[in-house]
Structure formats: C-alpha cells, structure tokens
C-alpha cells in the first residue's frame, strides 16, 4: 500500500523517503497556490456602487475577482474614468441566518468574543453582518472596516482568514470576511483648531427679539422653499445647534419631544427635546463628565449662522426676483410691514423680513441643555442574562416657552417630511417590494406633508429578532427619517447586532476606546442621478448633519435616535451604514438618571 503525502518544499521533487509502520510512504512534493494581494482595480471598484465606494483590504474568499461589465451601460462622457460600465455593488440586511443570530446577537457567546479578540491587533471601526452583492446574488459578509491607511494587505490576509476560520469553528461555513477601509463619522468635518467659539453665557449684543417658532403646517408646494421653511417650525427634522458653535458647521436634527412628569401632583409637565450629547458638547474641550442644568448653561439655536443666512439669502433673491418680474402683489406690500414668524405663508417677500430681525444666535435660542450623562458606554444584562455594552450618547433640551408659539404643553412630535411631490418620488426611488408599505404610510398617516409619531417605542424585541423568511427584502424593519441635511429617506434595520469602536480625544490628546452595540440601518432608497450611467445606485440613509434624527416605522413608531454613519471617506457627509439606539433602550436610561419622562 502506498500513501502519497504532501508537503511544502521545492516544487516538482518527488521524494521516497523509506517504510513508515510497514507501509511504503512517499511525499509528493508541491506547493500550494500562495494567495495574491489584490490588484489596484480591485482595492478601489471591489465596492463599486457602495456609497463612496470603501477601499478593499482583504477578504477570506478565493475566487478571482474580475470586472463585472453591465452590457447595457457605457462610460460616461462626462467621467471617462470611472468603471461606469461596471456593475454597482449594494448591501442589504442579512435575512434569515438562526445560528449566526443566536450565537452573534448574544455578546456572552464565544463567536462574538472571539472574532473581536482577533481583530484587537488592527484599528477598527466597525463590525457588521450584512449582505453584499449585485444583480440579485448576495453573500452574507463579515464585514470589518479599519481607519484608512493603517493596515496593509499582508496582515489584513491574517485577520481575515482567522475570522473566518472563527466562523467555521461555530458551524457557519457560509459567510466570508472582508476588511474594508472606512471612517466612523459622528458630526460634520471641518472644525478649524482654535476657532474662536463664543459660551452662550458671556455673548454679548443688544436684547433682540426672540424668535418664536411656528406652530402650523408648512404651507408651501414648492419643493426647496418647503425646508427652509420648516427650520422656522417647531417641527422634528429641524437643523440646531449650540450658541457656541453658531459660526461652526456643527449642527445636527432635533430629534424628538419628551415629557418629564411633575415630581409635584397638579404641576406641569416639563417639556424637552432629546438628541445626541457628542453633538450637544464637544468632549475634545468639555470632557466625558456629566452635563447638568446647575452648571453654566448651554443655549441651544435653531440653526447655525450659515444656515440661518442661506436661508435668508434664498428667500431674498427670490422675492427680488418676484418684485423685478412684475408681480408684486398688494397682498405682499400690506404684509410687508407686519411680518412675523407667527403667521409664514408662502411669500419670498414676507419670510426674508420676518427672518431680518433675528439673525443674532441670542435670539433664535429655543432651548437650554438641561442634563446629559457622562460619555461612556454602559454595561447592560440582557433578557438571556448576555452583559452587553452601549454608548449613553444622548442629552435632553429644556423647552423655552418663549421660544415657541404654541404652549409647551401642546407640542407634539410631528415630522415634516417634503411637499406631497417630493415624498412621492422619495418613495418612488424605493424597489417594487417596499411601495406598497409605503404607499399605505402616505395615505393613512401622512397629511400635508406631514407625519404624527405614536407615543409607543418600536420594542427592542421587534428590532432585532430573526426574521421567519430568507428573503433579504423583508428581513428587518422597514424605517424611515427626515433629517436636517438628508431629508427624507427609508431603509431596513438589520437584525444583526453591530458592534462600533469609538474614539474620544480628550483636550490633551489622550485616546480612549469605547466599545459600543448599534443597529445598522441601509438604505432602500435609491439615487437617481443624471450623472450616473447605472440608474439603480443604493443612497445612503443619512447623511452628517442627520445626526440626532428620529427614525420612525411605518406604523409611525419612533424606533431610534440617529447616531453616527461609516464612510469610505474621511470628509464625506453621507455614507453606506447609518447606525442608531434603539429609542427603548434610550428612553430606560434616561429614566434610570432620575427623569421619569413619556413620549408627547
């Protein structure tokens, strides 16, 4: 009987080496085929199609990769140099998966510990279960994104063949890993170092008006009038920011209404609006410490000076566009005089002069930072005792009644969404398999381009359990949000758990490492740019300045607050992940910090 075994030595020898337990032994002498760094066409279009396109690092897979040309499309006129003709890459959720559910979604269990002490070695960002593909073929991935430039492909190799052999371990023999190249963005880039930024306690000026907000429907068909508009409302979706930040583009979406019962029977109900914290206070200046009403106070704006003036600046070119053409009205002469934000209409004319009076931060204050816990993760056991780990980003703004036409009392969480156009071809550029949800949301909840929130929480059950069908297009809830700068746009959450590695710089340079659970969000909607060849390129969910938004379901549940996105980019503002906290989870914190608060 003869054994042939082989080893790795000179290829092409073929060597006898002698008896080995009575059996005649030969080594037969080859070489395995050595893995191949991937060329520089796959690191820069593997991701083609995928929101900034992340560059490539390493991947687990064999297989070649090679261009997959769309016949139907050429390359652009206008960029010759982009693969137009290649097919576009999209990520989806993962679908129906009950081991890697079970074993991933539980932070206790062995696959989750073991995967993250193998990338411990490499600067990560972000660790995500999706799927990835194009024309219908997806492929559940392992996807782990470092900070660009800080890994090569040698060791990135390693890390991604010990990930998956981590995953085979457990009995999952289907899902590769890839390393990809990706940032995780928490607010606008750009902040020059010591720009001179003004406390809210110790801005000086004269007492301006205040600026109160509007309380009515957005009344307005056209399209880019209707969101500036909406800033001057007391409606979520609505671009704030920090006095302090007034001059720095900062800003974020106010997210969503509060109520904190009275400690006293009889008393009001103290009205707040919650976003995130890191938007709220720079830790980089403020530190992670708790933030709380006794301390100097942080005034809180309805947009910063760059939007306020680009607001203005619109309504004024338009109604000097107006007036030139002819058609000044009378209507517009008596409403001149007397405009005020208490009554917007549709004039370019009467917006631009009830804006003129407030271009002051000080006066365009509606609120005041009333508490917000120390920037950390907490430590939290689950309903099947797992110990897990999520980041307390959140902060609470006290309502000022000045600041606001209708009573405190009154105000409800209620979204503008875009005219009746827009949101229709927003949901439009959704597939086939989501328009009729949709469509049952516009005609159901939606009125005058608005939609009105339920004061119950999507449970954290619903969000993240296993869905019951393999088919990607209903495998996590379908949500939507309209935030400051990404307005309108729907998506899918997915069931599988992320886990994103944060990084806060302390005024004096010092790094810490924060570990944190999030739920991914990819979009669903679609872009439909003229400037692409591939008309069904996936958008992203949201974008930088989104940051703070509620999502919302079709149901018009409140699901989550927006808090951060990965890009392939460092400046982008938009991205392929959009991550959030789940509102349920939120809203037990903030009540185990002494607020006993409900949703309006």
């Known amino acids: 009987m003869i054994i042939l075994l082989h080893f790795k030595g000179q290829p092409g020898i073929l060597t006898q080496v002698g008896q080995l337990h009575g059996l005649q032994a030969i080594f037969l002498n080859t070489t395995m085929p050595e893995p191949i760094a991937p060329d520089l066409d796959e690191v820069e279009f593997y991701y083609y199609g995928i929101v900034q396109c992340p560059r490539l690092v390493a991947r687990s897979s064999t297989h070649v990769w090679v261009h997959r040309q769309n016949p139907n499309n050429t390359r652009s006129r206008f960029y010759p140099e982009l693969p137009y003709s290649l097919y576009p890459k999209t990520l989806h959720t993962v679908g129906r998966h009950p081991l890697l559910h079970q074993l991933w979604n539980d932070a206790g269990s062995s696959l989750r510990i073991q995967i993250l002490q193998a990338i411990n070695g490499i600067d990560w960002t972000s660790v995500d279960f999706l799927r990835v593909g194009h024309n219908g073929e997806y492929q559940i991935t392992l996807m782990v994104a470092v900070r660009p430039g800080t890994l090569t492909w040698n060791y990135g190799h390693t890390v991604a063949?010990?990930?998956?052999?981590?995953?085979?371990?457990?009995?999952?023999?289907?899902?590769?890993?890839?390393i990809l190249e990706a940032v995780l963005h928490f607010r606008v880039e750009g902040k020059p170092k010591n720009y001179p930024t003004v406390d809210s306690e110790v801005e000086t000026g004269s007492d301006p008006t205040t600026l109160q907000l509007f309380s009515g429907p957005v009344?307005?068909?056209?399209?880019?009038?209707?969101?500036?508009?909406k800033d001057l409302t007391?409606?979520?979706g609505t671009q704030i920011a920090t006095s302090q930040f007034n001059n720095v583009p900062i800003s974020s979406t106010k997210g969503l209404y509060l109520s904190i019962r009275p400690a006293c029977p009889g008393d009001d109900p103290q009205v707040v609006a919650l976003t995130c914290r890191h938007l709220m206070i720079d830790s980089e200046t403020k530190g992670a410490q708790k933030y709380q009403k006794s301390l100097p106070f942080k005034e809180v704006i309805q947009m910063d000076r760059h939007t306020y003036m680009s607001h203005l600046y619109h309504f004024e070119k338009e109604s000097e566009s107006y007036s030139t053409s002819g058609h000044e009205s009378s209507e517009g002469d008596q409403t001149h005089a007397a405009a005020s934000t208490a009554d917007l209409g549709d004039n370019a004319m009467v917006l631009a002069h009830a804006m003129r009076p407030f271009m002051d931060a000080s006066s365009r204050v509606f609120g005041r930072l009333?508490?917000?816990?120390?920037f950390s993760v907490a430590f939290t056991i689950g309903s099947d005792f797992s110990e897990f780990t999520w980041l307390r980003d959140w902060a609470l703004i006290e309502l000022l009644p000045k600041s606001h036409q209708a009573a405190l009392s009154s105000i409800q969480n209620i979204v503008y969404l875009g005219t009746?156009?827009?949101?229709?071809?927003?949901m439009s550029r959704n597939g086939e398999q989501y328009q009729r949800r949709l469509m049952d949301l516009r005609t159901s909840l939606i009125?005058?381009?608005?939609?009105?929130?339920?004061?119950?929480?999507?449970?954290?059950?619903?969000?993240?359990?296993?869905?019951?069908?393999?088919?990607?297009?209903?495998?996590?809830?379908?949500v939507g949000k309209y935030g400051a700068s990404g307005q309108l746009s729907f998506g899918l959450g997915n069931t599988l758990k992320s886990v994103v590695r944060h990084i806060v710089t302390s005024e004096r340079g010092r790094e810490t490492k924060l570990i944190s659970e999030?739920?991914?969000i990819i979009s669903t909607t679609m872009n439909h740019s003229r400037h692409w060849a591939e008309n069904h390129r996936q958008d992203s969910f949201a974008w930088v300045g989104d940051f703070g938004s509620c999502v919302w379901d079709t149901q018009g549940r409140p699901a989550g607050?927006?808090?951060a996105g990965s890009s392939g980019s460092q400046h982008a503002i938009d991205g392929h992940i959009t991550y959030a906290q789940p509102l349920e989870r939120l809203l037990k914190d903030i009540t185990l910090d002494g607020f006993d608060v409900e949703l309006v």
Request: glycine content about 4%.
């Open 161 to 178: 063949l010990r990930c998956k052999s981590i995953l085979d371990e457990h009995g999952i023999h289907d899902v590769p890993c890839e």
């Open 219 to 229: 009344s307005t068909k056209d399209e880019y009038k209707s969101h500036r508009i």
């Open 234 to 236: 007391d409606r979520l």
């Open 370 to 374: 009333l508490y917000s816990p120390e």
């Open 420 to 426: 009746e156009n827009s949101i229709r071809d927003c």
């Open 447 to 478: 009125t005058n381009g608005e939609l009105k929130l339920q004061r119950v929480a999507v449970p954290m059950e619903e969000i993240f359990t296993s869905p019951e069908t393999e088919n990607v297009h209903k495998s996590g809830l379908l």
């Open 518 to 520: 999030e739920w991914a």
């Open 561 to 563: 607050i927006i808090t």
